[in-house]
């Protein structure tokens, strides 16, 4: 089974549109050595779906960002990604986790979307969070919106070296208004058959034969998904500028060094007192 890729399908006689996400190493990767609670690995493993699912649905080139943030145990929750689907994501926890819905884990809150296109405007889309689930938030946001009927199923495994996070999307395309909301219902009713341990352990192919086998979905060449950090040695100098060369010295005087670590990939950068007067040399 391929996994860490996103598959597009449409339907010849159909004015509907699927994706298919499923994704394991860089899953792996994001959230290796945080020591996050199980509930709130799962969430952040759909929150990297919902991520990978909005950037070949908006159509964009650029970088996105989708967040959760709220009043409760889980203070914030986000992906950061771009259209080539190099994702990376991190969340803060503020008290103890005691539930594992979205309402319980982020409290009162809302969702925010931003992109960030290579040209253009930036865009910034924010709506409450008023369900328990994630993919029901999502849905919500699509209807507000977008005005276009959309459905998503999520499924996680967060066992620790093997984890998976996997979705299923379908949304109708603004062709004929009655015929697209009968092929939804159609469709709809079809994937609502999908178990969680199928979109987790099944390659592409079978699910997608054994839910549509009958509407003949075409399959486009599937998008790598990887785990990018983005962090550097030179990105981690830039940062220590802003500080200030004689604060820096102070510290390393008082420390020993500095240390610099990535909240994301948890990478720690280091430098001493030569390396903090070449910095500003």
């Known amino acids: 089974m391929q996994q860490d ?18 994704i394991d190493n860089a899953y792996n990767e994001m959230i290796a050595k945080h ?3 199980e509930p709130v690995k799962a969430l952040l493993g759909e929150l990297l779906v919902a991520t990978c699912l ?49 309402r319980e884990l982020i409290g009162q809150g809302y969702m925010v979307i931003t992109i960030t296109p290579t040209q253009g405007e930036r865009y910034q889309g924010i709506v409450p969070l008023e369900h328990d689930t994630l993919s029901k938030c999502i849905e919500g946001y699509f209807e ?19 984890a998976k996070a996997c979705g299923l999307f379908l949304q109708v395309l603004p062709v004929d208004k009655q015929k697209s909301i009968e092929d939804f219902a159609h469709l709809e009713a079809l994937s609502n058959t999908i178990k969680d341990e199928e979109l987790l352990e099944l390659d592409a ?13 075409r399959v486009f060449d599937p998008q790598p998904i990887q785990f990018k950090c983005g962090c550097n040695h030179e990105k981690t100098m830039t940062a220590l500028v802003n500080v200030g060369q004689q604060a820096l010295l102070d ?31």
């Open 205 to 217: 192919n079978t699910i997608l034969t054994r839910l549509y086998h009958e509407d003949n979905p």
């Open 251 to 281: 510290d390393v005087e008082k420390n020993g060094e500095i240390k610099i670590s990535c909240h994301y990939c948890l990478k720690d950068y280091v430098f001493n007192e030569q390396d903090i007067k070449s910095i500003f040399n």
């Open 54 to 102: 909005l950037t070949a649905t908006l159509k964009f080139e650029g970088e996105i960002a989708v967040q959760l943030q709220g009043d409760g145990p889980v203070k914030y929750a986000v992906i950061n990604g771009d259209d080539q689907q190099n994702m990376r994501g991190i969340a803060r926890l503020q008290s103890e986790v005691t539930g594992s819905t979205v």
């Open 144 to 162: 507000q919106s977008e005005q276009l009927k959309t459905r998503l199923w999520f499924a996680t495994d967060t066992t620790e070296g093997s």
């Open 35 to 37: 020591n996050y609670p």
């Open 5 to 22: 890729l996103l598959h597009r399908y449409l339907f010849d006689n159909l004015d509907v549109r699927g994706e298919l996400v499923q």
